[in-house]
């Protein structure tokens, strides 16, 4: 069964850098099947797509995030990573890692989630 | 950018009753188009793909129908476990994107 578990700080203090890491086990993560995802959620809010990385290290980004954003993979442990720089109050939220599938050109939601972690930008 | 509608924003149902859920896409999003279930301090999961096409061990009481931009998530007969929040989502081929709608809560009657 694959599982995803989300990694990092709860804490970061304004203006500073968030930093997570997503470790995948249970499953074939250097495959071309999959993009691996970021999803964050404010209290009480919806639901906003982060940005994406193919194993081989191709990525899309949020345009609305794009400018803070780097995600990246480490293939030998099974782990992709988010930066977004520059926090403020308004970056707190759960981030949740994400598998989403990905078939010639053919690409699938989200099947398989982390449980999330809250991160809370505060000074 | 597509922008995805969910309507309404909250409805109420009684256990047993048929739920109907709708989400508008600001421009055709083909079949593109997936409906997820959320609780309370758990991750989304997905119920819908493809428009219609139920996921891995989803219970035949969960349909989705549409294409274009009108798509609807009907709850056949509602179970307890049922009332959480519904979320859309458009997923697009190329270049790859993902564009969620602001929820639905189904709460009890």
């Known amino acids: 069964q694959l599982q995803l578990q989300e990694s990092g700080p709860g804490l970061v203090k304004p203006s500073e850098t968030l930093s997570l890491t997503c470790t995948v086990s249970?499953?074939?993560?250097?495959?071309?099947?999959?993009?691996w995802a970021w999803i964050r959620q404010p209290p009480g809010q919806g639901l906003e797509w982060i940005g994406s990385?193919?194993?081989?290290?191709?990525?899309n980004y949020n345009p609305s995030l794009k400018s803070r954003v780097t995600i990246s993979v480490d293939t030998s442990k099974n782990q992709f990573s988010l930066k977004l720089n520059s926090v403020t109050a308004a970056d707190t939220a759960v981030y949740y890692c994400?598998?989403?599938?990905?078939?010639?050109?053919?690409?699938?939601?989200?099947?398989?989630w982390g449980q999330g972690a809250l991160v809370t930008v505060s000074s | 950018e597509i922008v995805m509608t969910q309507s309404p924003a909250t409805l109420s149902v009684s256990p047993g009753e048929r739920a109907t859920l709708s989400c508008r896409a600001s421009q055709s999003v083909s079949s593109k188009l997936a409906w997820y279930q959320q609780k309370p301090g758990q991750a989304p999961r997905l119920l819908i793909y493809g428009a219609s096409t139920r996921a891995t061990g989803i219970p035949a009481r969960f349909s989705g129908s549409g294409s274009g931009t009108e798509f609807t998530l009907t709850i056949s007969s509602l179970q307890s476990e049922d009332f959480a929040v519904y979320y859309c989502q458009h997923y697009n081929n190329w270049p790859p994107s993902i564009t969620f709608g602001q929820g639905t809560r189904l709460e009890i009657k």
């Open positions: 994400a598998r989403q599938a990905w078939d010639g050109g053919h690409s699938y939601p989200f099947d398989y």
């Open positions: 249970g499953g074939s993560f250097s495959s071309s099947n999959y993009y």
């Open positions: 990385i193919y194993y081989s290290g191709g990525t």
